[in-house]
Nanobody
Framework: QVQLVESGGGLVQAGGSLRLSCAAS????????MGWFRQAPGKEREFVGT????????LYADSMKGRFTISRDNAKNTVWLQMSSLNREDTAVYTC?????????????????WGQGTQVTVSS
């Protein structure tokens, strides 16, 4: 069982930056690929990006490439989502998720554990 707790959300102006954190419980964090997803009001959950268990592989949704960066520290059981050049379309609840394998996936159904999410609101 893995418990995930996100933090770092809030209100930011368009063009600004924000860093989200996801702290995980449990052992051997490197066994779990991690993903970030987001859901805006009235929309389906959307893939943001993922990082492999060892941290050597990342994959991002096209609209996030060059603006978002995922990193992790397995010694701290933490994964981060650094977001920059934010715009109003980035407003959503951001949630981290863990797979029970170190191999990344963009498919939300491939993730077994989910956090509660943190709200990010971008104002113009």
């Amino acid at each position: 069982q893995v418990q995930l707790v996100e933090s770092g959300g809030g209100l930011v102006q368009a063009g600004g930056s924000l860093r989200l954190s996801c702290a995980a419980s449990g052992r051997t964090f490197s066994n779990y690929a991690m993903g970030w997803f987001r859901q805006a009001p009235g929309k389906e959950r959307e893939f943001v990006g993922t990082i492999s268990g060892g941290g050597g592989y990342t994959l991002y949704a096209d609209s996030m490439k060059g603006r978002f960066t995922i990193s992790r520290d397995n010694a701290k059981n933490t994964v981060w989502l650094q977001m920059s050049s934010l715009n109003r379309e980035d407003t959503a609840v951001y949630t981290c998720a863990a797979r029970t394998t170190p191999y990344s996936s963009a498919d939300k159904d491939a993730y077994a554990y989910w956090g509660q999410g943190t709200q990010v609101t971008v104002s113009s």
